[in-house]
């Protein structure tokens, strides 16, 4: 089997969790500058089988489009050019940010670690893939 890519989009940042090849466990990966993701994608494709990309779908309460929609549709055109043959499937990513901080707090990391934005990132893209995992 391969694996599944969980994008969570950022404007500055992205973070980014991959499964294993089984599809079991969900775990952070990385995250890179938003202006960087493209070319750490390739470069991860091509050591590791990716068959899926999820990536955060941001929503309202009221379930209209957030404003950082607009920043992900043209990322979703380049990563689909880039890639054509793996999927994309969008995930509601609503309220991963607060989980995310919440389960650092949690996992008792100190106040400093908790101030590490990309570390949120990171674990959100976790929790939009096992969202995906559990719902599958």
Known sequence: ?????????GKIRTGIAVTDELQIIASGLTTVATSDLIPFLKDYIKKEKVELFLVGLPKQMDYSDSESEALITPFLEKLSKNHPKIPIQRVDERFTSKMAFQSMLDGGMKKK?????????????????QSYLYNK
């Open 1 to 9: 089997m391969s694996r599944i890519l969980a994008i969570d989009f």
């Open 113 to 129: 670690q908790r101030q590490n934005k990309g570390l949120i990132d990171e674990i959100s893209a976790t929790i939009i893939l």
